[in-house]
C-alpha cells in the first residue's frame, strides 16, 4: 500500500472517531431524546402524567378556586446539557378559560390565559436525579438541588400572577345559561351538555383536530348566554387550547407556542334553550344537527380550529 493510500485511510479513521456533526452542532437537546433521540420518552410522558395528576389533585382547595377554576397542566418540556447529563431548563405550561355573560347584550365574553412557568431547577441536576426526584408521590413538595423553592411553591408562585374578578349586574337582560330560568338552576344541564360535546370531542380529535402541530388540544370551557325574559340563546362559545413547546439546540432554552380558540356554536338565532339541551344529549352531541340548522357542532368547529 503506498504512502497516499495510508494517508486517506489515517483521514478516514480520524473521521469516524469524531463526533458526528449534528451533536457538535447541539450542546443541548430535548429530555425526551437523552441521551439518544427518543430515548428517554416513554420516561417523561410518564412524568407528565404524574406531574400533571399530582396539581389537578391539590388544585380544587387551591389555587383552582374563584376564577380559572379551570386551571390545566397543559405541556411540559425541558432541555438538557447533553455533554453534562444535567437538565437544564424546564418550563410547565398551563391554561385556563374564564367565560361570562354580558348582561346587556348576551356576548359570551372570553378571557383565556396561560401561564409558562420556569421550575426551580438549581444548578447541574442530573437527569437521573430529576426523574428520581419527581417520579415520588409528593413530587410538587420537592426542592431539587440548589434550588431556592419546591417545584409546587414555584408554580403557585407563577399562576397567582394577574387574576382577576368580575361580576355580573343584577338586573340583566341576558343570564348565563347556568342561571337560567334562576340563580344556579341550569348548571347541571348544561355541564351535561358540555360533557357530551367534550366526549364526543376527545373522540374525534386524534383523527381530526389534534393531527399537526397542536396535537394536545384540550376543550376548555363551554358558556352560553340567555335572553332572561324569552329563555332563547343568544350564543354559546366553547374554548380551546393547544401547544407546542421545543427546546434550542444552540442556549437550552425551552420555547413556547400556545394558541387559543374561542369557538362560536354555529346556532340557529332565537334557538331556545330547553330545545338546544334536548337535542343536544348522549354519545353523538358533538354530530347532531342543530336546531332549525343543517350543520353540526362539529362542523361548526371545523371552521374555527
Not at 164 to 177: E, G, M, P, T
Not at 265 to 270: K, V
Amino acid at each position: 500500500m503506498d504512502m497516499r493510500h495510508r494517508l486517506l485511510l489515517r483521514v478516514f479513521a480520524l473521521l469516524l472517531a469524531l463526533p458526528s456533526a449534528p451533536l457538535l452542532a447541539r450542546p443541548f437537546i430535548d429530555l425526551v431524546d437523552f441521551p439518544r433521540n427518543e430515548a428517554n420518552w416513554d420516561r417523561f410522558y410518564s412524568l407528565e402524567a404524574h406531574l400533571a395528576s399530582r396539581f389537578d389533585a391539590v388544585c380544587a382547595d387551591t389555587l383552582c378556586e374563584g376564577d380559572y377554576s379551570n386551571l390545566r397542566a397543559l405541556q411540559l418540556r425541558c432541555s438538557v446539557n447533553a455533554a453534562r447529563a444535567q437538565v437544564h431548563a424546564c418550563n410547565w405550561l398551563f391554561i385556563a378559560s374564564e367565560l361570562q355573560v354580558a348582561p346587556d347584550t348576551g356576548e359570551v365574553r372570553v378571557d383565556n390565559r396561560r401561564w409558562d412557568c420556569p421550575l426551580p431547577l438549581g444548578k447541574g441536576v442530573a437527569v437521573e436525579a430529576f426523574h428520581a426526584s419527581l417520579e415520588s408521590a409528593d413530587a410538587l413538595d420537592i426542592v431539587l438541588p440548589g434550588a431556592a423553592m419546591s417545584i409546587g411553591e414555584a408554580v403557585g408562585d407563577c399562576l397567582q400572577q394577574t387574576r382577576r374578578s368580575a361580576r355580573a349586574a343584577a338586573s340583566a337582560r341576558y343570564v348565563d345559561a347556568r342561571d337560567y330560568p334562576r340563580q344556579g338552576q341550569g348548571g347541571a344541564r348544561l355541564r351535561a351538555l358540555e360533557q357530551a360535546l367534550v366526549r364526543g370531542f376527545d373522540d374525534i380529535c386524534g383523527d381530526t383536530f389534534c393531527e399537526g402541530e397542536y396535537y394536545n388540544l384540550q376543550a376548555m370551557r363551554l358558556r352560553c348566554s340567555v335572553h332572561a325574559a324569552s329563555g332563547r340563546v343568544g350564543e354559546c362559545r366553547w374554548t380551546f387550547a393547544g401547544s407546542n413547546m421545543a427546546v434550542e439546540a444552540a442556549t437550552g432554552a425551552v420555547t413556547v407556542d400556545a394558541r387559543d380558540w374561542a369557538c362560536r356554536l354555529p346556532l340557529a338565532s332565537y334557538t331556545p334553550l330547553p330545545l338546544l339541551l334536548d337535542t343536544l344529549h348522549g354519545q353523538d352531541a358533538i354530530d347532531t344537527l342543530l336546531p332549525g340548522t343543517s350543520t353540526t357542532v362539529y362542523e361548526g368547529l371545523t371552521t374555527c380550529l
